[in-house]
């Protein structure tokens, strides 16, 4: 065909749909066509027309020659074999790429599916597909599927690419060795990229050989001296290794055993002293090369702390808070504020990072921005306290710095995605606590002097105190955000953690025996995670709330536990949605929609507070935050610091019995009521919220005033029991 026959059948119109892969007769010359048309000339397309802009040319075989209406033009090289669906895959390939670039990734997403019908082994497209999945859907039970297929579909221009990111969603679910494989493949691939080195690290530790996460790191920083996220990985082994020489070297001691760090005669020579001291040498690179870390800074911090410079470990505390807060601090202060407390002192252990701080990195979402994450702000604000110190002996309280609930949510039944189709095991967090305290209890000899009655562990997820062994921790002092006062629990509460949370039969039995001991426990808040909500005070609005009573939420706790789910929130949501679905002036569903949902608590006077799997619910604190009138709908929970505050100032409890009467009992609050609990609102929201710094009157001085109650008693354990 030459060229004037090739002009010709354009004037005929004659085109090649690759939509359907057959001919448009229907198409004209420079019209605009739904996707993209092709024409084929002497086995190689000789010119391409596409939508938005894209015009005719034809200067070279062998090759998609793209001119748009402005702009250069563009050469692709395009070598396969000719055919309709060949051109198919390659030009919604193309168009996926063009969208991409403008931001589209939806888009792009629909366009690479296409090109991966036309052509079902591209590696490329796969590769591209799963990035998408990965990065912006964040489906990474998807993004590995794909992955999968572009390492089985042949060679990619984005091998490495591809083996890196494997890699990262191997790791993040929880396929430790895969992804290590997936690492090592980069780094054949490219020994001079780093990023492969230190992820291969953390896949190592995490599968608990040390030796070999060592190695990685040590080859990055063969090959970048100055790379300060490397060398703050290789201290923190470091404080690891010192930390299990300790309680090595404390066993054998037997009684009067202490870390060599604490001992008067700090033996500078030995093993442990030069680790700490090695890895103070390496976090103080790490900080000149990176000083906006906030991860190298609260470590070099811990270390200083162990080597008993207390000023200077404060000063990278609150340096270290202070990135990590990202200007939500309002000052360096420790604390606000002019009320006058007992000069209470608190000695913080020092436990391997791996427990703590090192879990940051790895899960920051989930540890230090959800509900739970109490536990990271109490331990950050007791290392900035006045309240700290490093003489045990001087120590009122012992505080063991454990991130429990972010374990929990790290840590699954299975390796693979979490929640619906994944739980979090609940059997490894209890065996995480037990080996918590034997470091403690073999380390140091403060434990046991007291039988735990002076130490403080923060278990702020659902669980509670089940989540550790019963008689240790029988006479500790545990900050909950659960204050289930049921005694004997029902059979499907343990039976469902056994089906479906990876039970151990130590939880198990632990399970049957209460979670919270009103004797010696503290119920606190949990950390509202929405800066909006506890940076002001926005309940302020009394006016314009228009729902009379609000509750949205789920009334099915777990589409893979369905055996429960007649037991979830005690019967109660479902009860709520059958009867008052429909009852004028209320908006009562189990439709939720997030973009909406504090908007809707800002209109509402009264909202419901059901339990969910717990006794306890964040939607009551929302609402606190919001100036909604919580109204409790559970019997036997203990609320935050409640033997200070008086809820029925501000809240309204409706017994579980009641709750059939529910539309009654509210409409027959009179406003003036309602007023004065609204007022009452106002003067009690800050005590539910986690101030930066704490404030008088929140919650963390609540706390610490709670604990020096605890101070004052500590030993008179009521005889009769628990409530």
Not at 290 to 307: A, H, Q, W
Not at 350 to 359: F, R, T, Y
């Amino acid at each position: 065909m030459d060229e004037s026959s090739y002009r010709d059948h354009l004037k005929r119109g004659v085109w090649m749909c690759l939509v359907t892969g057959s001919k448009c007769s229907s198409c004209k010359e420079g019209k605009r066509v739904l996707i993209e048309v092709a024409m084929v000339f002497e086995g190689r397309v000789r010119f391409c027309l596409l939508k938005d802009g894209w015009k005719y040319t034809g200067k070279r075989k062998g090759s998609l020659v793209l001119l748009p209406d402005q702009g250069e033009s563009r050469i692709v090289d395009y070598n396969d074999e000719l055919s309709a669906t060949a051109l198919s895959h390659f030009l919604w390939y193309f168009l996926a790429e063009k969208v991409s670039l403008a931001g589209d990734q939806d888009g792009a997403l629909v366009y690479l599916e296409q090109a991966a019908a036309s052509k079902p082994n591209a590696a490329d497209v796969h590769f591209k597909i799963g990035y998408i999945y990965h990065t912006h859907r964040q489906d990474l039970v998807k993004a590995v599927q794909h992955y999968e297929k572009a390492m089985g579909g042949g060679s990619t221009e984005n091998a490495w690419n591809l083996k890196y990111m494997a890699g990262n969603a191997y790791l993040t679910l929880g396929y430790l060795e895969k992804a290590r494989r997936m690492y090592e493949d980069a780094i054949k691939i490219n020994p001079s990229s780093l990023s492969p080195y230190k992820e291969a690290s953390i896949a190592a530790r995490l599968a608990g050989n040390h030796s070999l996460s060592s190695s990685y790191l040590r080859k990055c920083l063969e090959l970048q001296p100055k790379d300060a996220d490397a060398l703050a990985k290789m201290a923190e082994i470091l404080v690891g290794e010192a930390t299990e020489m300790a309680q090595e070297e404390a066993r054998l001691q037997g009684s009067d055993r202490l870390p060599v760090w604490m001992r008067q005669e700090k033996q500078e020579n030995s093993s442990t002293m030069e680790k700490l001291r090695e890895a103070e040498a390496l976090l103080l690179k790490s900080v000149s090369y990176n000083p906006t870390s906030s991860e190298s800074r609260f470590l070099l911090g811990t270390v200083l702390k162990m080597l008993g410079r207390k000023e200077e470990a404060q000063q990278h505390f609150r340096q270290s808070v202070s990135l990590r807060d990202q200007g939500q601090s309002k000052g360096d202060s420790p604390a606000r504020g002019k009320k006058k407390r007992r000069k209470m002192k608190v000695f913080v252990y020092d436990i391997h990072p791996q427990w703590n701080s090192a879990m940051l990195s790895l899960n920051m979402q989930q540890c230090r921005n959800s509900i739970y994450a109490a536990e990271v702000y109490i331990h950050e604000q007791l290392l900035l306290s006045d309240s700290l110190t490093l003489d045990p002996g001087a120590a009122d309280l012992f505080f063991i710095p454990l991130y429990a609930a972010c374990f929990l949510s790290s840590h699954f039944v299975r390796p693979g995605p979490g929640w619906p189709d994944n739980d979090v095991d609940i059997g490894k967090t209890y065996q995480a606590v037990q080996l918590v305290l034997e470091h403690v209890r073999q380390t140091y000899p403060f434990f046991d002097r007291s039988a735990g009655a002076d130490h403080v562990l923060v278990l702020s997820s659902d669980w509670g105190s089940c989540q550790g062994p019963f008689l240790e921790l029988h006479n500790s002092i545990l900050l909950v955000t659960s204050g289930d006062r049921t005694l004997v629990r029902p059979a499907w509460y343990a039976a469902r953690a056994a089906d479906h949370m990876g039970s151990s039969e130590e939880f198990a039995v632990r399970s049957r025996l209460p979670c919270f001991q009103l004797f010696k426990d503290v119920v606190i808040p949990p950390l509202v995670p929405h800066p909006a909500l506890t940076a002001s005070y926005m309940g302020e609005r009394t006016r314009g709330r228009d729902i009379l009573v609000y509750f949205r939420g789920t009334a099915a706790g777990s589409v893979k536990a369905l055996l429960y789910n007649k037991d979830y929130s005690l019967g109660i949501r479902q009860l709520l949605l059958r009867r008052y679905s429909r009852v004028r002036g209320w908006v009562v569903s189990d439709r939720i929609n997030s973009s909406s949902y504090h908007d809707e608590l800002l209109r509402s006077v009264f909202c419901l507070a059901p339990a969910g799997w717990e006794l306890w619910s964040v939607r009551f604190f929302e609402a606190i935050l919001l100036g909604c009138i919580p109204v409790l709908l559970t019997d036997d929970v203990q609320l935050p610091f409640q033997q200070r505050l008086d809820y029925s100032r501000f809240t309204v409890k409706v017994e579980q019995r009641r709750i059939l009467e529910l539309e009654s009992i509210l409409s027959s609050i009179n406003e003036t009521v309602i007023r004065r609990k609204q007022e009452g609102l106002k003067e009690v929201w800050k005590r539910m919220t986690y101030q930066r710094p704490p404030e008088d009157g929140d919650a963390f001085t609540g706390i610490m005033d709670e604990l020096a109650r605890r101070v004052e008693t500590l030993g008179k354990t009521p005889a009769g029991g628990w409530t």
